[in-house]
């Protein structure tokens, strides 16, 4: 267990729907990230969030809309996804300092849009 | 850009015996940082091993062990002894130091344990 908890676990939409991934720590962590994983492909960095302000957009469409109200959650709100949308989201954080770079994963949401 | 590579898609190991997973990756950077992570079926990726780039000694973690060859780019995972709960994706990952929270990962490299 790394501390890193995502809700829900499964979740299947339609193209119309709006809905949205959780993810929360309560680490001490400074930094939180959200990351698409597809088969066959590294995974891409789509958000990075340090302390509550947003410090990376991988060129993601704004049909994803992330949300950090506080450093210890994140949200990605989802909205007339497409089929290929379809992935594993992981939500991650990482420590503050140096030395102790490295991330810490939650379960992540299988997202399947139809 | 940083890019990582693992070439080996799928892998497949005998229960006890010793299995090593490659990794190579291109960057332009003397500093920064490598490591292993593993996503068993639970699906929640969990470190295995770290590598600073600075450090010429291998990193070993128990029964899992790298070989860092820094003019080759090259960073290989070996697990000795396998075990049944070692199957999983392996997933090699590269961090530049001191530019905040930029990791790149590699295409991961699903290992199979047999009985």
């Known amino acids: 267990e790394t501390g890193v908890t995502q809700t829900p676990r499964h979740l299947v939409m339609g193209m119309t729907n709006k809905k949205s991934l959780k993810c929360e720590q309560h680490?001490?962590?400074?930094?939180m990230y959200w990351y698409k994983q597809s088969a066959k492909k590294p995974l891409e960095l789509m958000f990075v969030?340090?302390?509550?302000?947003?410090?990376e957009n991988n060129s993601v469409p704004s049909r994803f809309s992330p949300e950090c109200p506080n450093s210890s959650h994140l949200f990605l709100h989802l909205h007339t996804l497409q089929p290929e949308d379809s992935a594993l989201y992981l939500c991650?954080?990482?420590?503050?300092?140096?030395?102790?770079?490295?991330?810490?994963f939650g379960s992540g949401t299988q997202l399947s849009v139809l | 850009a940083q890019t990582v590579t693992q070439s080996q898609p799928e892998m497949s190991v005998q229960e006890a015996e010793t299995v090593t997973l490659s990794c190579t990756y291109d960057?332009?950077?003397?500093?920064?940082?490598l490591f292993w992570y593993k996503q068993p079926p639970s699906r929640q990726m969990i470190l295995v091993i770290r590598?600073?780039?600075?450090?010429?000694q291998n990193a070993t973690e128990n029964r899992f062990s790298v070989n860092f060859q820094k003019a080759a780019k090259s960073f290989s995972l070996k697990i000795s002894d396998s075990q049944l709960g070692d199957t999983a994706m392996y997933f090699c990952?590269?961090?530049?130091?001191?530019?905040?929270?930029?990791?790149?990962f590699g295409t991961g490299t699903s290992l199979t344990v047999i009985p």
């Open positions: 590598q600073e780039a600075y450090k010429q």
């Open positions: 960057t332009s950077e003397s500093n920064y940082y």
């Open positions: 969030y340090n302390f509550k302000e947003q410090t």
């Open positions: 991650a954080s990482s420590p503050p300092g140096l030395g102790v770079e490295k991330l810490f």
């Open positions: 990952a590269f961090m530049r130091a001191f530019t905040g929270n930029q990791f790149y």
């Open positions: 680490l001490g962590h400074n930094a």
